[in-house]
């Protein structure tokens, strides 16, 4: 059975930053790919950005680019979203979950896939 636990969520100011943390841990397919998704409230959770476990490929949602950065630490099995120049539009839980996949590709951002979800951190900024 495969875990995932995310952490490092928090309350930050506008402009600042963040690191969130995914670890996964239990039995785990070769290849897979990890993917962070955020759900404000009242809106529908979104992908925002996926990493294959190589860390070779990643895929991120068109308003997160050139602001925050997924990367991946293949012998701890965690994936790592880097979150600068935060706005309130950043604020929600933040999920990470793992899909098993046969390509070491860019993999997409929709929930479909993922079998396995962590249980979310919240990340707040504030205006």
């Known amino acids: 059975q495969l875990s995932v636990v995310e952490s490092g969520g928090g309350l930050v100011q506008y402009g600042g930053s963040l690191r969130l943390s995914c670890a996964a841990s239990?039995?785990?397919?070769?290849?897979?790919?990890i993917g962070w998704f955020r759900q404000a409230p009242g809106k529908e959770r979104e992908g925002v950005a996926s990493i294959t476990n190589s860390g070779r490929s990643t895929n991120y949602l068109e308003s997160v680019k050139g602001r925050f950065t997924i990367s991946m630490d293949t012998a701890k099995k965690t994936a790592y979203l880097q979150m600068n120049s935060l706005t309130p539009d950043d604020s929600g839980t933040y999920y990470c979950a793992v899909a098993p996949v046969l390509e070491d590709t860019p993999y997409h951002l929709k929930e479909w896939g993922y079998n396995s979800w962590g249980q979310g951190t919240r990340v707040t900024v504030s205006s």
């Open positions: 239990g039995s785990i397919l070769t290849r897979y790919v």
